[in-house]
């Protein structure tokens, strides 16, 4: 399926937003891992944002483009698929895991807080690097 072109830069905004996600959490982590208080809750909060900039642009993109089908044949189908699906089920885990696990960081209820983010932070990683391979498997490593 060809993209029409005002929705062209769509795909790759939505991957460089996903993966400023990843890279930004992988930073949150560290800085907690430091003590870094005020530096991790900003920089989480960006990721946060980033995260909700790339599902509202998902979501108007598909709703104007639609489907776009995977190219790949052979054993690129069967990893392409494992990947797509495990990466869109957590996703959808994953919203409500990020509410839980902000609200209970701003509410300074930290030992909460802690014990989902031990959850909430690989799981919310894994949903935005599958994003991105998911961006490269459908529009550039397979493409017709």
Do not use: C, D
């Not at 937003?17 to 907690?32: E, T």
């Not at 069967?78 to 839980?100: D, K, M, N």
């Not at 030992?111 to 998911?134: E, K, M, N």
Request: hydrophobic fraction near 55%.
């Amino acid at each position: 399926m060809q993209v029409p072109a005002e929705f062209a830069i769509y795909p790759t905004m939505n991957a460089i937003l996903n993966g400023a996600s990843g890279v930004l959490l992988l930073i949150g982590r560290w800085l907690i891992a430091k003590r870094r208080i005020a530096a991790h809750r900003a920089v989480m909060i960006a990721a946060l944002v980033s995260s909700s900039l790339f599902l509202t642009s998902y979501l108007y993109y598909h709703a104007h483009v639609g489907s776009v089908r995977f190219q790949g044949q052979g054993w690129s189908r069967p990893v392409y698929f494992t990947i797509l699906i495990s990466h869109t089920i957590l996703a959808a885990v994953i919203v409500p895991l990020v509410i839980i696990t902000l609200t209970r960081a701003f509410k300074a209820r930290y030992p909460q807080h802690r014990a989902i983010a031990r959850w909430t932070f690989p799981l919310w990683l894994y949903v935005s690097v599958t994003g991105v391979i998911v961006y490269f498997m459908l529009y550039h490593w397979f493409a017709v």
